[in-house]
């Protein structure tokens, strides 16, 4: 069975204590990798989409990267403003139409 | 330009009543989906319609569940007979479709509380 698991569930941190976030995954096939951004009252917001074992994305303080059973999401220095939930998901490439399968979070808290 | 829209953003509803969620995806988009998030769980697949095709209706979780999209673009998800359990945000998402670029930008949601 498909399946994601994330951890740690909720992560409180001091502005600029860097983390990193993890995403283990199981799936019959990899399509793809994805890390969403969760704020209270908003839907999940696209950040990085991974392919392949090896492949790293950056942007802004926010780094994710992949391997053949897990990636990272790692924050860098953060800010208050990065406090959200971050969710992972995996897109099968076996007996899937595209849908999505998650994590169930991790809620990182940064404090000024 | 514009992306994912939900509406209503918020409904309570009370139990065995039916209830109708709208969805307009970001246009262009020929790949739909519907999620769920209930309390303390992960995003959970629900239906899934692409272009003209015969949906994927693998993930609803019971026949109270339909969902229809009109014209390739706007999506109603119907819950009939509500029950409390069925108290969840209740999320769109569309893509491009299938290939490479298959991301899916997610609409706001629809905070469904079942009295």
């Given at each position: 069975?498909?399946?994601?698991?994330?951890?740690?569930?909720?992560?409180?941190l001091?502005?600029?204590?860097?983390?990193?976030?993890?995403?283990?995954?199981?799936?019959?096939?990899?399509?793809?990798?994805?890390?969403?951004?969760?704020?209270?009252?908003?839907g999940?917001?696209f950040?990085?989409?991974?392919?392949?074992?090896?492949?790293?994305?950056?942007?802004?303080?926010?780094?994710?990267?992949?391997?053949?059973?897990?990636?990272?999401l790692?924050?860098?220095?953060?800010?208050?403003?990065?406090?959200?939930?971050?969710?992972?998901?995996?897109?099968?490439?076996?007996?899937?139409?595209?849908?999505?399968?998650?994590?169930?979070?991790?809620?990182?808290?940064?404090?000024? | 330009?514009?992306?994912?829209?939900?509406?209503p953003?918020?409904?309570?509803?009370?139990?065995?009543?039916?209830?109708?969620?709208?969805?307009?995806?970001?246009?262009?988009?020929?790949?739909?989906?519907?999620?769920?998030?209930?309390?303390?769980?992960?995003?959970?697949?629900?239906?899934?319609?692409?272009?003209?095709?015969?949906?994927?209706?693998?993930?609803?979780?019971?026949?109270?569940?339909?969902?229809?999209?009109?014209?390739?673009?706007?999506?109603t998800?119907?819950?009939?007979?509500?029950?409390?359990?069925?108290?969840?945000?209740?999320?769109?998402?569309?893509?491009?479709?299938?290939?490479?670029?298959?991301?899916?930008?997610?609409?706001?949601g629809?905070?469904?509380?079942?009295?």
């Amino acid at each position: 069975e498909d399946q994601v698991t994330q951890s740690p569930e909720a992560l409180r941190l001091q502005e600029g204590e860097s983390s990193s976030l993890n995403c283990s995954y199981t799936v019959s096939g990899l399509r793809g990798l994805f890390w969403y951004r969760l704020d209270p009252g908003k839907g999940p917001e696209f950040l990085f989409t991974l392919y392949s074992a090896g492949e790293e994305k950056e942007k802004e303080r926010l780094k994710a990267t992949l391997t053949k059973k897990e990636s990272f999401l790692h924050i860098t220095a953060p800010k208050p403003e990065d406090s959200a939930t971050y969710l992972c998901a995996v897109q099968a490439d076996v007996g899937s139409q595209g849908n999505l399968i998650f994590g169930k979070g991790t809620k990182h808290s940064v404090k000024p | 330009g514009a992306g994912v829209s939900q509406s209503p953003s918020n409904k309570v509803t009370e139990k065995g009543k039916d209830v109708e969620l709208r969805c307009d995806p970001i246009s262009g988009h020929t790949a739909l989906y519907w999620y769920r998030q209930s309390l303390g769980q992960g995003l959970e697949f629900l239906i899934y319609f692409q272009g003209n095709s015969a949906p994927d209706k693998s993930g609803l979780p019971s026949d109270r569940f339909s969902a229809e999209r009109t014209g390739g673009s706007v999506s109603t998800l119907t819950i009939q007979r509500t029950q409390q359990e069925d108290s969840a945000v209740y999320l769109c998402a569309s893509s491009w479709g299938q290939g490479e670029s298959e991301t899916q930008y997610f609409g706001p949601g629809t905070r469904l509380l079942v009295l």
